[in-house]
């Protein structure tokens, strides 16, 4: 025995080694050390997840091993940080982070961190890899320890994004108890402190078509340097009436080609021809410049992946992911900072039908991430739901991100700032979290603050823009589009601003669809081709309680309604503008039919 400044401890005979050896971690008082939590006034310890020593204090709860193993319930203790240095493939039960576990970034590095749950404290930091380029950041003020590195920790965290391969799959179901998670915890990531998971990423998760397309095709062009590669994944949209057409297609290689006017577009080879026509046209008519262009999404590259999963191991089942319509679910709360970039997200969010999860929180349908936090950053994600919604959120900023396959696929209200964000193939899977409209691709909340720029939605089964009421600035909403979608544009509730610079094609029912308590409401810069039904407004006429009769105006200006494309006309049936009139005891309707 000796007396240390840490006590007394045992060192052993002389000669012999020291146990535990005095090497196994380093201490530090810089960075986050100061500013986690309540603050660590005797300093934080660091130390790596290979080392036995690390998980003194938890032998019981990790299994008894000299390392966590099957079924263990992981704890990161506050003052500690933990580098997940070592390759790992084994099914936890949960895992809790009061302090700092970072997945170092190495070449070669396999990690599948297997778990029920995540739940990341107040104070807790997740971290793996380094944004490139730097993210856009967060809205608001941010708790002072999110960007707080201590030096010692930069060289496990890298220059740039994750260099290896780490996923994180989370198993249970929706009546799942973990120990430290608590109960309906099963493929739940918890996030209240700081999640920072910066992954690989092509330089555009997606782009349009240069040019179009045909059938029989074995290689296309889009837009930019983007950045692809050979053995990427890519999604082809839709340009027909539905997302029958879209494609999925891996390619064989890609080259940097001369873009009209300068610059460079991207070249890909494709393992097999397509089987339909993806449309990539330029049109103008009367002045209005029409984009008739497919979207192309690299849905495989991003070198982090978070997932549902269900579990492989015979004594550690729980019921699938299809038997009760639930994948896993990423919620962001309170002061919580999560920022993501080059990250796969996918067999996530769940459904009331036979969710429990969803019957909880009576909500038809569950996105699946949830952002009920002030910092969240999102850039160059791509989400594949499956089960539910893409994200559901009040606030953070979202760009370049591509989501497939989900109920709605942006839910956005609050302060919430979407950006140049593409959404593939919406499908109806039930109502909404607060109203009754179908699932869109962007369902928003209209407040003066909620951003929507540069977006677009290819294919969906109801309305590709869906808001509660719009009243947003100029500013804050212009140049987004859609196509292959059974609505185009649609308002419920107020209309206060104009809707503006916003163009809809091959829209198989209506393009533009309103009911509104408004009198007055505006169009201007509206680009339409390819409708059953331009614009249908409805709540004109007298107020059938009060019996009375007031002035009201639509106004559409500056606008383009084209019947028929010149390069990819539909065959519908096709009226301009209809305005049905509501009267106290019968209803007529107006037609306005284009000349084009």
């Known amino acids: 025995w000796r007396c240390t400044a840490r006590g007394r401890r045992w060192f052993g005979p002389p000669g012999q080694p020291q146990y535990p050896p005095e090497i196994w971690y380093s201490t530090y008082y810089d960075g986050d050390c100061q500013e986690t939590g309540d603050g660590c006034p005797r300093g934080c310890r660091r130390s790596l997840w290979s080392e036995s020593f690390t998980w003194d204090g938890q032998r019981a709860e990790i299994g008894g091993g000299p390392l966590p193993g099957f079924r263990s319930n992981v704890t990161i203790k506050r003052c500690q940080t933990v580098v997940l240095d070592v390759d790992l493939n084994v099914q936890l039960f949960s895992l809790v982070v009061w302090g700092t576990l970072i997945v170092e970034s190495r070449p070669g590095a396999n990690v599948f961190l297997r778990s029920t749950c995540i739940t990341i404290k107040p104070g807790g930091r997740l971290l793996a890899g380094r944004p490139s380029p730097v993210l856009t950041g967060t809205q608001s003020k941010r708790p002072p320890y999110v960007d707080s590195y201590p030096a010692g920790s930069l060289k496990y965290l890298g220059d740039g994004p994750f260099l290896g391969r780490?996923?994180?799959?989370?198993?249970?179901?929706?009546?799942?108890?973990?120990?430290?998670?608590?109960?309906f915890s099963g493929r739940k990531i918890v996030n209240e402190g700081h999640m920072a998971l910066h992954g690989a990423r092509p330089a555009m998760v997606w782009s349009v078509l240069r040019h179009t397309a045909a059938a029989g095709a074995w290689k296309l062009t889009v837009q930019g340097d983007a950045g692809w590669q050979a053995d990427d994944v890519i999604l082809v949209a839709s340009t027909g009436d539905d997302e029958s057409q879209t494609e999925t297609r891996t390619l064989l290689a890609a080259q940097l080609v001369p873009a009209p006017g300068g610059g460079w577009d991207t070249e890909v080879g494709l393992d097999a021809p397509l089987a339909h026509a993806h449309h990539g046209e330029t049109e103008v008519h009367s002045g209005h410049t029409l984009e008739l262009r497919a979207e192309v999404g690299v849905i495989s590259r991003p070198s982090i992946k978070l997932a549902g999963v269900d579990s492989d191991e015979a004594s550690f089942r729980f019921k699938t992911m299809a038997a009760f319509d639930e994948g896993m679910m990423l919620l962001a709360r309170g002061r919580s900072v999560t920022e993501l970039s080059g990250v796969l997200l996918r067999d996530g969010g769940c459904n009331q039908g036979k969710s429990v999860t969803c019957k909880r929180a009576k909500a038809f349908v569950m996105p699946m991430i949830h952002v009920s936090s002030k910092h969240m950053a999102m850039e160059s994600c791509v989400l594949i739901p499956g089960?539910?919604?893409?994200?559901?959120?009040?606030?953070?900023?979202?760009?370049?991100?591509?989501?497939?396959?989900?109920?709605?696929?942006?839910?956005?209200?609050?302060?919430?700032?979407?950006?140049?964000?593409?959404?593939?193939?919406?499908?109806?899977?039930?109502?909404?979290?607060?109203?009754?409209?179908?699932?869109?691709?962007?369902?928003?909340?209209?407040?003066?603050?909620?951003?929507?720029?540069?977006?677009?939605?290819?294919?969906?089964?109801?309305?590709?823009?869906?808001?509660?009421?719009?009243?947003?600035?100029?500013?804050?909403?212009?140049?987004?589009?859609?196509?292959?979608?059974?609505?185009?544009?649609?308002?419920?509730?107020?209309?206060?601003?104009?809707?503006?610079?916003?163009?809809?094609?091959?829209?198989?029912?209506?393009?533009?669809?309103?009911?509104?308590?408004?009198d007055t409401p505006t169009f201007n810069n509206v680009r339409l081709a390819d409708f059953s039904m331009g614009l249908l407004w409805g709540g004109l006429g007298a107020d059938s309680v009060q019996h009375t009769v007031r002035m009201q105006t639509v106004l559409v200006s500056n606008s383009l309604f084209l019947g028929r494309s010149t390069t990819n006309p539909s065959c519908f049936e096709q009226v301009g503008i209809l305005l049905p009139i509501f009267g106290t005891a019968d209803r007529k309707s107006t037609r306005l039919n284009s000349s084009h």
């Open 166 to 183: 780490l996923e994180i799959l989370l198993s249970g179901d929706d009546l799942t108890t973990a120990p430290q998670c608590g109960g």
């Open 387 to 518: 089960h539910g919604h893409g994200i559901v959120a009040s606030r953070g900023i979202y760009r370049g991100n591509l989501v497939y396959g989900s109920a709605t696929g942006f839910s956005l209200g609050g302060s919430a700032d979407a950006r140049y964000n593409a959404i593939f193939s919406v499908r109806d899977m039930g109502k909404n979290l607060d109203y009754t409209d179908e699932d869109a691709s962007f369902g928003v909340w209209s407040t003066s603050s909620v951003v929507v720029i540069g977006n677009r939605g290819a294919c969906s089964t109801g309305p590709s823009y869906r808001f509660s009421s719009f009243n947003m600035p100029p500013a804050h909403f212009y140049n987004n589009s859609a196509h292959c979608a059974a609505l185009g544009l649609t308002i419920k509730g107020s209309h206060t601003t104009p809707v503006q610079d916003v163009t809809l094609w091959r829209i198989r029912h209506i393009a533009l669809w309103g009911y509104v308590s408004s």
